[in-house]
C-alpha cells in the first residue's frame, strides 16, 4: 500500500465524463450547433475557400453564417467532427434536348446560314435560346432581335430574303385585328421574296404569358389593364418588385429559370417554333 497516494497525473477523472466526438459526413439540411457561438442552422450551402471548406448555416430568422468544417460542432446536444459531403455523382447524360429533340452529346455549333429566325424582344430570345438553343446552333441558326414588329418592314428590305435567305418572323399578339397583324401585312405586302419569308405568332400580348402559369405558382395569368405596361402589372401580381427596368430585368429571370424544357410551354408556341424551325432549315435539307 503507498501511503502517498498514485500520481495524480497518471489518470484524467474527467475523461469518463467528456463525450468523445464522432465524424459526421455533411448533407445541405443538417441543423448544426457551432459550439463556440451557439449559433444554431440549417446547412445550406458548403464552398470552399483558401483550402478550407466552410458552411453557410441559417437560421430560422432567415440570417446566414459561415463556419469552417471540422470539430466545434454539436447535433442534437452531441459533439460532432463535420467532413465535407461526397462529390456528387455525375448525371447521366440527357437522351433529349429540351426541345424533345433526341441528344446526340457534345455537338459542334455550325457556323451560322444566311437564313434567320426573327423575334421580337429580348425575353422572346432568351426563352428561344433556352429551349431550342441547342438545336438551332447545330443547325446554324441565328435569332435575331426586330426590337417590335414596327421595325419588320425595314428589316425585311434590308435583309432582301430570296433563295437560300429565308426568314422565319415570330410575332407576339398576332391574332385578327391586332395592331401587330396589320403591321405584318404591310411589310408583306408586294415584298421581293415574299415565298421566302414566314411569319408566325402566338396569341399572347407578351411572350411570357407562353410559359405555363403553373410554373410559377399561377392558374392562369393575370388580366393585366391595357393603361399598366403588361410586365409592371405581372410582375406585381406575383409579388415582385416591379419599380423599374432593373426589377423586370430580375423578375424575368425569376421566371425564365422556372422554364426547363418544351413541356414547360404553351403549345400555341411551341408548335409556331417548329414551324418557323423547319422553314428556314429547308434550304439545307430539301424541304418543302
Known sequence: MDRYGTNIFDSDPHASRRPASR?????????????????????????????VHLVDLEDRHGRIRSFPLGPGF?????????TPPSAPAAPAAPT??????????PRAAQVALPSRIWV??????????????EDLAYDGVAVDLLEGVDNLAAMLRDFSPGPGRRVGVLVDHFVAGS?????????????PGRDHVLVLGHPYVDVWQAIKPERVGLT?????????????????ALGLPHANQADIARGWRAI????????????SL?????????????????QD
Open 220 to 236: 392562369s395569368w393575370p388580366e393585366i389593364p391595357r393603361h399598366i405596361d403588361i410586365k409592371v402589372g405581372t410582375l406585381q
Open 23 to 51: 465524424q459526421h459526413q455533411l448533407s445541405l439540411g443538417d441543423v448544426l450547433e457551432d459550439a463556440e457561438t451557439g449559433w444554431v442552422g440549417a446547412a445550406i450551402r458548403v464552398e470552399k475557400s483558401g483550402g
Open 120 to 133: 421580337e424582344g429580348r425575353h422572346d430570345a432568351d426563352l428561344i435560346q433556352k429551349v431550342w438553343g
Open 179 to 191: 395592331k401587330e397583324t396589320r403591321l405584318v401585312n404591310d411589310a408583306l405586302a408586294k415584298l
Open 96 to 105: 433529349r434536348t429540351a426541345s424533345g429533340s433526341r441528344a446526340t452529346g
Open 74 to 82: 454539436l447535433i442534437d446536444g452531441s459533439p460532432v467532427i463535420v
Open 270 to 286: 411551341i408548335g409556331r417554333m417548329e414551324e418557323l424551325i423547319d422553314f428556314v432549315l429547308a434550304d439545307r435539307y430539301g
Open 256 to 267: 425564365l429559370a422556372r422554364v426547363r424544357t418544351y413541356a414547360d410551354l404553351e403549345p
